[in-house]
């Protein structure tokens, strides 16, 4: 009896990847919480010297499962990356709390960091990266080039123009997959600043 031909498996379509709309606008994934959730940091800030923060905000991160699932096997970010940026007060004493604190119901704030190289922002293969940043759960442009997000990015991020190096449970991955950035790597190199002589 002839064997019967290998049939190719169908090529698996994400369908959690970014949608637009009619004038280029980034539709808000409305089921972001569904996505993986990476990491949650307190009162963080990127500047040089930033003062003591005057009210404490989480800052909750998230993939699409489809793009984490790549990350895993190759250390690297498919086209139809998303991460979004969800804001939320810090609230203490809040029902039996006593110590420390949670976060806050309300969502104030959302962004996304969108890899599409169908909606690049610039020549270079880095503008396949674009940041969103939503006043309402509908739709919104990408940030101009010119804003301070991108170049932090590309100065700093560990992988591929994303903060990998806050994502605890990915950046033993990035070892292992050697893809972190000269950037990052050029960073870790650096000598630590000494204080001023005679300061305590």
Request: charged letters at 20%; glycine letters at 4%.
């Amino acid at each position: 009896m002839a064997k019967k031909a290998a049939v190719a498996a169908p090529a698996v379509v994400a369908t959690d990847a970014p949608t637009y709309t009619a004038d280029c606008q980034l539709k808000f994934p409305a089921d972001y919480r569904e996505w993986v959730f990476l990491t949650s940091g307190l009162d963080m800030s990127y500047a040089p010297k930033a003062g003591p923060a005057t009210h404490s905000v989480f800052n909750n991160v998230f993939v699409n499962l489809s793009a984490y699932k790549v990350f895993v096997k190759t250390g690297t970010w498919p086209d139809g990356t998303m991460f979004m940026l969800e804001n939320r007060a810090a609230e203490g004493n809040h029902s039996i709390n006593t110590r420390g604190q949670t976060q806050a119901i309300e969502v104030t704030g959302t962004e996304l960091h969108v890899k599409d190289s169908t909606h690049k922002t610039g020549p270079d293969a880095k503008d396949s990266w674009a940041f969103y940043n939503f006043n309402d759960k509908t739709s919104a442009k990408a940030i101009p080039r010119a804003a301070s997000c991108y170049s932090c990015h590309q100065d700093h991020a560990a992988v591929d123009t994303t903060f990998v190096q806050f994502y605890p449970t990915l950046m033993g991955i990035a070892k292992e997959k050697n893809v972190l950035s000269p950037e990052y790597l050029k960073e870790l190199a650096a000598p630590a600043a000494t204080p001023a002589e005679g300061a305590k």
